[in-house]
């Protein structure tokens, strides 16, 4: 399991939030609502999808580089070169 889906499941799960819910959560958020077995497989071995990430920032209070540490290194490197 990835750092970034143990994070994202350790949150879920510490506010007891079924899968659904956060689904429900996303949906809310303007996007569309994913499967609940898309959702676990993101907190399993699935990267978050780029697209998803702002929401899951909103709703989760976790800041996206500790959602997806990947992006935020490129981020950094795409900042510095500007």
Same mark, same amino acid.
Request: hydrophobic share 35%; aromatic share 4%.
């Given at each position: 399991? &990835?750092?970034?889906? /143990? /994070? *994202?499941?350790?949150?879920? /799960? #510490?506010? #007891?939030?079924?899968?659904?819910?956060?689904?429900? =959560?996303? $949906?809310?958020? #303007? !996007?569309?609502?994913? +499967?609940?077995?898309? =959702? &676990?497989?993101?907190?399993?071995?699935?990267?978050?999808?780029?697209?998803? *990430?702002?929401? !899951?920032? +909103?709703? /989760? #209070?976790?800041?996206?580089?500790?959602?997806?540490?990947? *992006?935020? $290194? !490129?981020?950094? $490197?795409?900042?510095?070169?500007?």
């Amino acid at each position: 399991m &990835s750092e970034e889906t /143990t /994070t *994202l499941r350790n949150w879920r /799960t #510490g506010l #007891g939030y079924s899968l659904e819910h956060v689904c429900d =959560l996303i $949906k809310d958020h #303007g !996007l569309p609502r994913p +499967s609940e077995a898309k =959702l &676990s497989r993101i907190e399993r071995d699935q990267d978050i999808p780029p697209e998803m *990430l702002p929401a !899951l920032e +909103s709703i /989760t #209070g976790l800041p996206a580089s500790a959602l997806r540490p990947d *992006l935020a $290194k !490129l981020f950094l $490197k795409e900042a510095a070169a500007q």
